[in-house]
């Protein structure tokens, strides 16, 4: 089955700075990489996705690149505000399909005011 | 739309008991699922389902049992309780099985195990 693994498992930056959580994983076959964002004792919720088409995708402060080549993808959050502090996990497709995802470990960001 | 929705929020169990955590949703999708969430570990698929009558075990399904007899409910039912099954548990679905979709995510049920 596919295996994502994800760094670094924590990351503190000041307001302002930028934020960058990577996830590599192993089957060649996977096409879809969303990033999910999950405030303490909420649920986690989608911030954005990539499909294996395109390299880059942005949304404001937020954007994603992929590298199918190394099978790795990143997260980019640029001007971080305190807001941003959540645990983000990336996932990706497993045993073949697009809905079944495998989850990265978590990456705790700590925006520090 | 209420989204997808679980119940009960909080449990506390003895060693050996059943119980069965609901989850429903009401936006017709297709796809549901089942994860554990433990410190450190993210998310962990236990079971999940395609459709009514169709489920599949996922990473983790040992002591999990499913049924998926309609599109709205799929619950997940814990036939004798361990504290291994200590845990937040997360209902996600999402709309139909190709290509990527977003999971939408219940808002999770707190489970210890005594």
Not at chain 2, 82 to 92: G, K, M, R
Request: glycine share 10%; net charge neutral; with cysteine.
């Amino acid at each position: 089955g596919e295996n994502v693994e994800q760094h670094p498992s924590t990351l503190s930056v000041q307001e302002g700075d930028s934020a960058v959580i990577k996830c590599t994983y192993s089957d060649s076959a996977s096409n879809y990489f969303p990033w999910y964002k999950q405030e303490l004792g909420k649920r986690p919720q989608l911030i954005i996705d990539i499909r294996s088409n395109v390299g880059e995708k942005k949304d404001q402060r937020i954007a994603v690149t992929l590298n199918k080549t190394a099978k790795h993808f990143s997260l980019h959050i640029t001007e971080t505000q305190p807001e941003d502090s959540a645990v983000y996990f990336c996932a990706a497709p497993s045993g073949g399909s697009n809905y079944k995802l495998t989850f990265g470990k978590g990456t705790l960001l700590t925006v520090n005011p | 739309n209420a989204g997808v929705t679980q119940t009960p929020k909080f449990q506390v169990l003895k060693t050996g008991q059943s119980m069965t955590l609901q989850c429903a949703q009401d936006m017709n999708h297709e796809y549901m699922s089942w994860y554990r969430q433990d410190p450190g570990m993210g998310l962990r698929l236990i079971h999940y389902s395609v459709g009514a009558g169709i489920t599949d075990q996922g990473e983790v399904p040992n002591g999990y049992n499913v049924s998926r007899s309609t599109t709205e409910d799929f619950p997940l039912r814990l036939l004798s309780a361990a504290p291994s099954q200590t845990s937040v548990y997360f209902c996600a679905s999402s709309y139909g099985t190709s290509g990527g979709n977003e999971q939408f995510f219940g808002p999770g049920t707190r489970l210890t195990v005594l």
